[in-house]
């Protein structure tokens, strides 16, 4: 899927893993991260979460990377707060105290330019890929965050009621990608809710991927 396809998602609306509180898995178990204040989040492909004014909110510090530079400046537009912009190694950074997005391909990003990482969040960048581009970004996911702990969130639902994004990533797909990096434990799960829902019906699922 190239940058094209997405920005014309963000343009014509079509964001059906966009959700518009906070997500209700994140909230409920994100405590079982043992995660301390100022403790540094990534979260790959974040669109306009609001996710990420929720975790800063809780004293984190957040690190993202996002293509739609339309979806970034909202995010901070919500803040509130005074932020900058600036040129970054090919990408366009905006940050102010506790939230720092990079625009940009997420595959050009280096673990320079994002520091060193407590945990990664990832509720909506695997199920935005499809078969053919997830290994590349479970691989490249890894070696940026130096194989920190990861927080994850799918779908499993049948991929013929619906083309996708956000695909169907069931867990023998997340045990192909993850096995002998990860210890996979699964934390809960709840019926598809939000705008997906209209589309087809199955399950959300929380994952603990903790490094072997």
Avoid at 4 to 24: L, Q, T, V, Y
Avoid at 192 to 199: K, M, N, Q, Y
């Amino acid at each position: 899927m190239e940058a094209e396809f997405w920005e014309d998602r963000w343009k014509s609306n079509k964001i059906a893993f966009h959700e518009g509180i906070p997500n209700a898995l994140m909230q409920k178990h994100i405590s079982q991260f043992g995660l301390r204040e100022q403790s540094r989040i990534f979260v790959p492909l974040c669109g306009k979460a609001h996710d990420l004014n929720w975790l800063t909110d809780q004293g984190h510090v957040v690190i993202g990377a996002e293509l739609s530079e339309a979806a970034v400046r909202e995010v901070f537009d919500r803040t509130g707060i005074a932020y900058e912009v600036e040129r970054s190694a090919g990408h366009t950074r905006y940050h102010n105290g506790r939230l720092d997005i990079f625009v940009g391909d997420f595959f050009d990003l280096t673990a320079a330019q994002i520091g060193s990482i407590d945990a990664i969040y990832d509720r909506a960048a695997l199920v935005a890929l499809p078969t053919g581009m997830r290994d590349a970004y479970a691989e490249r996911l890894v070696q940026l965050t130096s194989r920190a702990p990861q927080f994850l969130i799918t779908y499993d639902y049948d991929q013929s009621q619906t083309s996708g994004p956000p695909f169907s990533v069931p867990e023998a797909e997340v045990t192909r990608l993850y096995d002998g990096i990860y210890k996979i434990e699964t934390l809960d799960s709840m019926a598809i809710s939000g705008p997906l829902a209209a589309r087809c019906s199955g399950l959300e699922i929380a994952w603990r991927l903790s490094p072997l």
